[in-house]
């Protein structure tokens, strides 16, 4: 199993970008499909971005598709998530999970590593 830990949230403005950033221990973490999720209070956690084996295929959700990025680097065992043009509605707590799937899913219950979580916060 993988060990993860999110870092790179905090507090910006409407318009802003931020870089989170996701690294994982343990000898499973190149073999995993990847994948960021969010969670707003009172709502479900909800799939963002997910990556490959090889960081050669992706897929988003709608909400998120051509304002984040998702990239991996095996060989540091990190993962990263560039987000452009944040919005009020993208805060929440954002999460990295590790999966071994061998295609990008979106459902929570297909990822059996979960990082704690960094909060995400947008002012309007």
């Known amino acids: 199993q993988v060990q993860l830990v999110e870092s790179g949230g905090g507090v910006v403005e409407a318009g802003a970008s931020l870089r989170l950033s996701c690294a994982a221990s343990?000898?499973?973490?190149?073999?995993?499909?990847m994948a960021w999720f969010r969670q707003a209070p009172g709502k479900e956690r909800e799939f963002l971005a997910g990556?490959?084996?090889?960081?050669?295929?992706?897929r988003y959700a709608n909400s998120v598709q051509g304002r984040f990025t998702v990239t991996r680097d095996n060989r540091k065992n990190t993962m990263a998530l560039q987000m452009n043009n944040l919005t009020p509605v993208d805060t929440a707590v954002y999460y990295c999970?590790?999966?071994?799937?061998?295609?990008?899913?979106?459902?929570?219950?297909?990822?059996?590593?979960w990082g704690h979580g960094t909060q995400v916060t947008v002012s309007s």
């Open positions: 999970a590790a999966g071994g799937s061998p295609t990008i899913v979106t459902m929570t219950n297909y990822f059996s590593s």
């Open positions: 343990g000898p499973t973490f190149a073999r995993s499909t």
């Open positions: 990556i490959n084996l090889h960081g050669t295929n992706t």
